[in-house]
């Protein structure tokens, strides 16, 4: 009954842009598959009420259809699919921003032994689950909010509220209550996430970014790899093309300008590297995307 309830609601009021009059609150309608496409993930739980979605970090792919939920607690570089689409079956998704601070107030707010204990490791960036029964529920809830506007201001906050908690004591609970502790592993890491992504043009020593993140070496490696699902270079490498995407949609006819500005020195290595990643070589594909329509950036994953 929540799903189809739910497939009503996200249908009903899906814009192209995918916000809604709720802050934080995403819906994503697709009546039709695209190529994959790379963006960043953000941080954010994702349902899925109809279709299905196809997501790869780094080696890892992550597929999540109706009834079932994806949080990304990490800001993350990943190319991203929608499948199952059929006539006048688009594919339909409820996405919640995700804020560290809202995580943090809700587990200092609970009461002894209330919220499972957070352990030392770092999580995965990116978990899937099934969607619980009480998550549904209170998705639901908040999606009924858009057809209600005089109790958004009072309600929605506290169903948001509930929505956290719900994951925080379910099955992704590991990832979403270390996303709200500042000194927890995976915050350690999304601080070096951070660092690499404002510097992603320069070289850096491992060593160095693992001071900025507050652990040794071989702490950084391991929780890194462990969260990222790739090494610190790779990830650089992953941030590196994806910004030089972007560039190319805007400058298609500048190659080795767009290859230096985002760390390449050597063209012939950028147009490798770029092709390996995307398929066709950043000339060809600058292209294309000047002449393809695209859809809205992956903000729900």
């Not at 697709?30 to 941080?43: E, F, H, I, L, Q």
């Not at 992504?197 to 693992?210: D, G, L």
């Not at 900025?212 to 790899?225: D, K, T």
Request: with cysteine.
């Amino acid at each position: 009954m929540h799903l189809d309830e739910l497939r009503t609601l996200l249908d009903r009021h899906a814009r192209p842009d995918w916000t809604t009059a709720i802050d934080g609150v995403l819906i994503s309608k697709v009546d039709r598959p695209d190529p994959p496409a790379p963006s960043m993930s953000g941080t954010v739980l994702a349902v899925i009420a109809q279709g299905a979605k196809r997501l790869a970090l780094g080696d890892q792919v992550y597929e999540y259809g109706a009834g079932q939920c994806l949080v990304a607690s990490v800001d993350l570089p990943v190319t991203g699919e929608f499948s199952q689409i059929e006539p006048g079956r688009p594919a339909l998704g409820f996405g919640l921003t995700l804020e560290p601070s809202a995580i943090a107030e809700l587990l200092l707010s609970a009461g002894p032994g209330d919220a499972p204990r957070t352990g030392g490791g770092a999580p995965s960036g990116i978990v899937v689950s099934d969607a619980s029964v009480a998550l549904l529920d209170a998705v639901v809830r908040m999606l009924r909010l858009l057809d209600e506007p005089r109790d958004r201001a009072v309600l929605a906050p506290l169903i948001k509220r509930e929505i956290l908690w719900r994951l925080i004591t379910g099955e992704q609970g590991a990832a979403v209550r270390q996303f709200g502790l500042a000194d927890s592993s995976l915050s350690h890491v999304s601080r070096a996430v951070r660092w690499i992504r404002e510097h992603y043009a320069q070289p850096f020593r491992v060593e160095e970014v693992a001071r900025l993140s507050g652990m040794s070496v071989s702490a950084f490696y391991r929780n890194f790899q462990a969260v990222t699902a790739m090494s610190p270079i790779q990830f650089q490498k992953q941030i590196r093309l994806q910004e030089a995407r972007l560039l190319l949609a805007t400058r298609p006819g500048d190659v080795t300008g767009v290859g230096q500005r985002v760390g390449y020195d050597n063209p012939s290595q950028f147009s490798r590297e770029y092709r390996r990643q995307f398929g066709t070589p950043p000339s060809q594909d600058a292209t294309r995307l000047r002449n393809t329509a695209r859809t809205p950036a992956a903000v729900l994953p």
